[in-house]
């Protein structure tokens, strides 16, 4: 089938009458025909230099599968896929791409020498990263048919996958228009398109992107090597390094979520680009079986509880930051005051420490480098009038992390063996400049904080600060009722520091989650730049993962800060460093927790603890008693004394507003000075002293219990 034919039925009947501004055009536009052009070229060249392989090397080579079982195969013909269908129909029906050696590798790829076979489905964390970029690829290629779209980047996030493309400074795409383009992915997906893999040289990279400012700037800044890889995926032509599903009919069900614009922030110019967010499944009826989560998940968004129970808000003149209302501030103080107790119960000291750093902390600490274009710098008032060009005053940043401070403080005078491990938490603002785009509530800000701590220790220490943190986190967790998962997390390219270094590393982490006892996966690649790291997938209530608390270990700041005590030998001695938060950030934390109790809270963390309610007028007096004996107590305590609503509807306004007890106090309760109590799951708990139910909520808000209305 020709280009153009090919271009024509894939164009929707009745886009223009849907009235959308769409840079949507009867032909393809020269770049397209000329870029596919080139890889049809070049993919046929690939595939007579690889038939040519495959005579030259026939040979067998023997491939090892899970559960110990070996098979034959023939170097450069055998794929994965073929070993898969002669497992089972439905391991060949199911896997998305194979491992090969522990690396990614695309089933329809042949094997070139003995290896060990593993194959990746849907139902792994790997296999939906898999599925989920090659869903990207698809909603690349609707996006330049549809919209003329210059691709920029198209990654696969934790649940689903997103794609970057530019349509020039003025244009936008909106929410209009996602459904067309949808439209257009689900008819690519239909057409099975299979993906191509081709690897080409970097001069055949720059001349398949010739049209594309974005693409030959990532070639330039990320292609080190020889030679790279692309993908075709029917007119769709796009630098990756793969691996990608066989074709585009594995995918059963795609829908797209959400439009919003992003920042290109690679070197050059900045460009807005445009943004289109989307999900995809094997099946339609996993894809429907998400849209029922979704719809329970919506009801349960911590901005939609936010705003209904004026917890915090958010204001364009402050963008990434929060508003906490007095509410929210409760239950943000009670996580925090959680941590605190714990810091006390663990051997932790709280510092505070300075928001404000010359930009040469940050060099020296190796986060410059590494991290320069998520900080908000700044030139000091005046720098320009009192520091002449020939020179410069320091540039200032804001801390995005507590570590380099904690360094300094450290090293700020001698120390000795005997002050370690030396345990530093911090709960200071910090600063991370956030693309606009990927701002998200609670869960995606600029300024935030962290239950942020960090031990030095001696490194026969290490192994025992390790299991503490993971006991920490256990503790913790088990209060406020989340399930996790630990994932050890190793060496990524461009690492800091002795290969030797971060083997010793990564073995006293592995020994830790060994004697821990909790499953964990290993994550390759994925630590970061200055040491390895554990990292905790929790569970919500709704069973959605969410990455939260970490525990890091650093051999390198303490190097670059050239840190030492006296050992126990009178000698100097470098110490270890522990990065380690369990919350992470308190502000994603308490979203996370709104979403899973639904706005419900555990009496502990609630800002609405008690409805004092009076039956009549005359008992007004005695329920304001009351509302104060609470609030004395350090509790919440409010009054509906609305005389034009009867005693049942302020019960049931208290109810519905998740007030987890409601003291309802009439002519009775007032003469014997008790209560009536009722949940808000309306449960009647009888009659009790005002003395002895405020006694009982203090009991049972500071052993944080998850069921108080329960056990009463």
Known sequence: MGLCQRWRRLRLPGLQACGLHTAAVPSPPHWLVERLGLFEELWAAQVKRLKSMAQKEHRTIRISLPGGQNVEAVAWNTTPYQLAQQISSTLAHTAVAAQVNGEPYDLERPLETDSDLRFLTFDSAEGKAVFWHSSTHVLGAAAEQLLGAILCRGPSTECGFYHDFFLGKERTIRGSELPVLERICQELAAAAQPFRRLEVSKDQLCRLFKDNPFKLRLIEEKVTGPTATVYGCGMLVDLCRGPHLRHTGQIGGLKLLTNSSSLWRSSGTPETLQRVSGVSFPTAEELRAWEERREEA???????????????????????????????????????????????????????????????????????????????????????????ASHPTDTLALKPMNCPAHCLMFAHRPRSWRELPLRLADFGALHRAEASGSLGGLTRLRCFQQDDAHIFCAPDQLAAEIRGSLDFLRAVYAVLGFSFRLAL??????????????????????????????????????????????????????????????????????????????GQAGTLERPVLIHRAVLGSVERMLGVLAESCAGKWPLWLSPFQVMVIPVATEQEEYAREAQQSLQAAGLVGDLDADATLTLSRRVRRAQLAKYNFQFVVGQKEQSKRTVNIRTRDNRRLGERGLTEAVGRLLELQSTRVPNAEEIF
């Open 489 to 566: 997390s190793t060496r990524p390219p461009g690492f800091l520091g002795e290969p030797c270094l971060w083997d010793q590393a990564e073995q006293v982490l592995q020994q830790a989650l060994e004697e821990f006892g909790e499953p964990w996966d290993l994550s390759p690649g994925d630590g970061a730049f200055y040491g390895p790291k554990i990292d905790v997938h929790l569970r919500d209530a709704l069973g959605r993962p969410h990455q939260c608390g970490t525990i890091q270990l650093d051999f390198q700041l303490p190097l670059r800060f050239d840190l030492q005590y006296k």
């Open 298 to 388: 919506e009801l349960r968004d911590h901005r939609r509880i936010g705003k209904e129970q004026e917890l915090f808000f958010f204001h364009e003149l402050s963008p990434g930051s929060c508003f906490f209302l007095p509410r929210g501030t409760r239950v943000y103080n009670a996580l925090v005051s959680f941590i605190r107790a714990e810091y006390t119960r663990r051997g932790f000291s709280e510092v505070k420490t300075p928001t404000l750093f010359s930009t040469k902390l940050w060099e020296l600490s190796g986060h410059w480098q590494h991290y320069q274009e998520d900080m908000f710098a700044l030139q000091p008032p005046g720098s320009q009038r009192d520091h002449p």
